[in-house]
């Protein structure tokens, strides 16, 4: 009879490890001789067949998906997308996605992560007609002209954050919105791998 504790050991490593197939197979494996029936075969679908990722909005999941254990039934006020059997992306708001970034990071194989509340500062070079996007970092819940602040904790996780001579941190410009909203999953993912004891992973490239 396999136990909670292997079930846990397997779910870590498909948490350590996203990208392994083999591993969420394994997981599979375990919790059907466990008994949840439905939600290994759900896996194993998905892990094996060519589906796209699945998107799900909030308040609109069924109580009974199969990708989500009885015990385990998050979710309720994000969206996100579903993929080879598990949860991958959320878009959250960043009052919740910091009170339950612990629990979503320990039960989901997150990689991608949108801040439904928070967008870039736009600015344009006075030397130029460059346009760039960048984020606030340590502004909290405060606002910065028309750009809402990142937390300390999210912020220094931003991909090239430096510090000037000032002791402020420094994020690096982004050439687009879509390049300075990659940065803030990199960012948010980080975190929350960091938060639980996860190791880091190879961030997505942006747009992928």
């Not at 109580?63 to 993929?83: C, I, N, Q, Y």
């Not at 960048?134 to 809402?148: F, I, M, P, Q």
Request: negative net charge; contains cysteine; hydrophobic residues 40%.
């Amino acid at each position: 009879m396999i136990t909670q504790s292997t079930i846990d050991s397997l779910l870590w490593a498909v948490l350590e490890e996203p990208d392994r197939d083999d591993v969420r197979l394994v997981y599979a494996d375990a919790i059907d001789e466990a008994g949840e029936t439905e939600r290994a075969a759900y896996i194993r679908e998905r892990v094996l067949e060519p589906y796209g990722k699945l998107h799900f909005t909030a308040g609109a999941i069924g109580m009974a998906e199969p990708w989500r254990s009885p015990e385990k039934r998050r979710f309720l006020d994000a969206s996100g997308t579903v993929h080879r059997g598990f949860v991958v992306g959320v878009e959250i708001s960043c009052e919740y996605f910091l009170k339950h970034a612990e629990t979503l990071f320990s039960e989901q194989p997150i990689t991608e992560v949108r801040l439904t509340c928070r967008r870039p500062h736009w600015m344009r070079s006075r030397r130029s007609d460059m346009q760039f996007w960048h984020w606030a970092v340590g502004l909290e819940d405060r606002t910065y002209g028309n750009v809402d602040g990142l937390p300390n904790c999210i912020g220094e996780w931003l991909p090239g954050l430096r510090i000037d001579k000032r002791g402020n941190l420094r994020e690096l410009r982004h050439d687009s919105e879509e390049a300075a909203f990659w940065a803030l999953s990199v960012a948010c993912v980080a975190w929350g791998r960091e938060l639980v004891g996860l190791p880091q992973i190879e961030p997505p490239q942006v747009g992928g």
